[in-house]
């Protein structure tokens, strides 16, 4: 990768934003994919619909922590974390301290919100 472009295109665009730690528990075989019990996945906009920020979130079967890992939308930190899922779940930023929520994972429909 250019690191001209990687400097010039910092903040803008998906291809930036990519979460690698995750990716790479897997390859290494510390995350199990049929293991997993739910994932979540949101992209953060700003008012220009452009990504500024991302967070995964992957909870496996047999483990009480969730692993999280961001991409802060304020200040482009890189994080990840384990952390225990509650809702709402929220994740902070372990650089600048602010506080993102995450949606509802997907994969475990709970009937909670059933109106
Ligand atoms: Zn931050």
Redesign the pocket.
Known sequence: MSKELYDSEKVKGKENLKLSKIDEMVKKGEIDPSNVKFTTWQDKKNDDDEIIGTVRVVQEEDEELAKVEYI?H??Q?HGFKKTEYKRPFWVR?E??E?SFSVPRLKGKVDKKNKT
Do not use: E, L, M
């Open positions: 802060c304020r200040c930190h930023c650089n600048c602010k």
